[in-house]
């Protein structure tokens, strides 16, 4: 696609519950990142894929919070037994690998706005 | 560790004319980059200008221009001839040229086009 897609849009899951939250990035875009944004916050990162090398997670939260990407394509973020603190949206974005023309602009999806009930 | 403040939680301007918004950061890096982006209320993160920190020219990107000041750590967002589509929040954002290449955001400022 044209941009960096999400799913859902938005999410309301009951406390304890567990989800998933999918990106797609731009096609040819190597680097993926996910970040947090609390209601009348800045965005917090939280991890960030490179190609085929193992994950930065040294921005999530605590072990209830994981992610996966296949390849340089998809990627699903998991929250396990949901928590109201979780309330937030969910933003992803793409860019280019890191030391190529171009690369530092990252191109972000809508987000998925999560509620936890 | 890197931080940015930006210290406006909310700004109004008039229709037409200019406003600055302040933004000011912490890093040990000599080398990084440093981002203005725009988040209207459809939520979509939206890049306004970027400024790479060895260049010492100022970035500008038509009614966008910032003043970025290394020594001080300062980098601010001037939007000239202001329009109502400008009404949103702005986060200030600097990235490391090195490692994992995240962004690191400012709390932002919630500016407001008045007709």
């Known amino acids: 696609g044209a941009g960096v897609s999400q799913s859902p849009s938005n999410k309301v899951t009951e406390k304890g519950k567990d989800v998933e939250l999918r990106c797609d990035p731009i096609s040819g875009h190597t680097a993926l990142y996910w970040y947090r944004q609390r209601l009348g916050q800045g965005l917090e990162f939280l991890i960030y894929f490179q190609g085929n090398s193992a994950p930065d997670k040294s921005g999530l939260p605590s072990d209830r919070f994981s992610a996966e990407r296949t390849g340089e394509s998809v990627s699903t973020l998991t929250i396990q037994r949901t928590q109201q603190e979780d309330s937030a949206v969910y933003l992803c974005a793409s860019s280019f690998a890191p030391g190529l023309v171009g690369a530092g602009e990252q191109f972000f999806g809508p987000g998925t706005r999560l509620t936890v009930l | ?115």
């Open chain 2, 1 to 115: 560790a890197q931080t940015v403040t930006q210290s406006q939680p909310e700004m109004s301007v008039q229709e037409a004319e200019t406003v600055t918004l302040s933004c000011t950061y912490d890093t040990s890096e000599n080398n990084y980059y440093l981002f203005w982006y725009k988040q209207p209320p459809s939520r979509q993160m939206i890049l306004v200008i970027r400024q790479e920190a060895y260049k010492q020219q100022n970035a500008t990107e038509n009614r966008f221009s910032v003043n970025f000041q290394k020594a001080a750590k300062s980098f601010s967002l001037k939007i000239s001839d202001s329009q109502l589509g400008d009404t949103a929040m702005y986060f200030c954002a600097f990235m490391k040229d090195s490692g994992a290449n995240n962004l690191f955001f400012g709390t932002g400022t919630r500016l407001t086009v008045i007709p």
